[in-house]
């Protein structure tokens, strides 16, 4: 029993020494890769920060601890060139040898946390950023089906209820998230009468959202804004005309919040094809963004970019997801040649050891 118990206090213990190690060694792997003379940079998509920390796979939108999203966006200002996602683009085609890669760091959805615990910290630490919304709840609650699900849920509603969609082992973990991409793929129709029903078993709408003074006050704290669509419609399925409208419909109205002209978007669920990016670069965006994770290359669609997620197990995670995503980049690559022209060797590992945990997006 003695032996037992040391041995699990020795396993815990190499686990707390490789969790230090992880952001030192992916903060050296991307200054190493900086010798590359790869056009390439990242995105990165945060939804929810505030406390309570959620738990990724049980909440459909968890909670990023705060102290965890101070320290990787601390990681982020000293390895990267921060930029607005509008900005991306160009910071990649400028990027030369030896200079840091650009990075844009997102937010997704009209959640409330943004104009609170999220802008606070973005600002003390002098981190530029972009929030993608939609626009939905200006005047007031509209809350989208994931958000009535989890409030029906969260009000003691069974996930076997006869009322959702069956899925495998709704009650267990992932449970709620299978629910929620059951409920994406119904028809808009019987979506919106599902939402309802929900709203009336939570006991009422929740008081969600983002209201036009507060969007306002993101502007006015030097935050960019981009367009996420007032619905929220997975586009891939829209007709021509059904897309267009989805690209359309609320812009203005967030437009004149805003005062600025929306040039770019992030895609419902992160999900585009190249009929959506089309549709897109019709519509007057000048950049588009996934949830793919993958960095971005001058070479790619711009109304393409990838976005990577961060992780909720510790900084170092996304530390390393996103220095191994730009060395597999830099690898694949055109051969580069580091200071003096000799090869630039890229390891096939970061030697970190971590396993990407992060939020399954809606």
């Given amino acids: 029993m003695a032996g037992s118990r040391a041995q699990d206090d020795s396993s815990t213990l190499r686990e707390r020494v490789a969790r230090c190690a992880r952001r030192p060694a992916a903060g050296a792997l991307t200054v190493a890769l900086r010798a590359s003379d790869r056009r390439l940079g990242l995105a990165l998509c945060y939804h929810a ?5 959620g738990r990724a796979g049980w909440a459909l939108v968890p909670s990023l601890g705060t102290r965890m ?11 990267y060139r921060l930029v607005a996602a509008s900005e991306l683009a160009e910071a990649i085609a400028t990027r ?6 650009p ?5 997704d959805d009209d959640l409330e946390l943004h104009a609170d615990e999220t802008a606070r910290i973005l600002r003390g630490l002098g981190v530029p950023a972009t929030f993608y919304l939609g626009g939905a709840t200006l005047d007031g609650a509209r809350p989208y089906f994931w958000q009535a699900l989890q409030a029906a849920l969260d009000a003691g509603m069974s996930p076997a ?3 959702l969609p069956r899925v495998p082992d709704p009650g267990g973990r992932g449970g709620a998230h299978r629910l929620a991409a059951a409920i994406r793929e119904l028809e808009r129709e019987e979506r919106d009468a599902l939402c309802a029903l929900l709203i009336e078993r939570a006991g009422g709408p929740p008081e969600a959202g983002l209201r036009a003074a507060e969007v306002r006050g993101l502007v006015d704290a030097g935050f960019e804004i981009g367009f996420h669509t007032r619905d929220h419609e ?3 399925r829209l007709d021509d005309e059904a897309l267009r409208r989805a690209l359309r419909d609320g812009r203005s109205q967030l437009e004149a919040v805003t005062g600025a002209p929306l040039r770019t978007i992030a895609y419902p669920f992160g999900i585009a ?3 959506v990016a089309d549709a897109a670069r019709a519509a007057g965006f000048e950049a588009g963004f996934t949830l793919d994770a993958r960095p971005v290359s001058e070479a790619g669609d711009p109304l393409l970019m990838g976005r990577y997620e961060p992780s909720f197990a510790t ?3 996304t530390a390393t997801n996103l220095a191994r995503g730009l060395a597999a980049a830099v690898r694949a690559g055109a051969p580069s040649e580091g200071p003096g022209g000799r090869p630039l060797r890229v390891p096939a590992e970061a030697d970190t050891g971590a396993r990407s945990v992060v939020a399954p997006p809606r």
């Fill in 49 to 53: 920060v505030g406390e309570p920390c």
């Fill in 69 to 79: 999203f101070a320290a990787q966006l601390r990681h982020l200002r000293a390895r």
């Fill in 96 to 101: 030369r040898r030896g200079e840091r890669f």
């Fill in 103 to 107: 990075l844009a760091i997102t937010f």
């Fill in 161 to 163: 209820d006869p009322l």
């Fill in 234 to 236: 997975l586009l891939g």
């Fill in 273 to 275: 094809d190249g009929r």
């Fill in 315 to 317: 900084a170092g995670h």
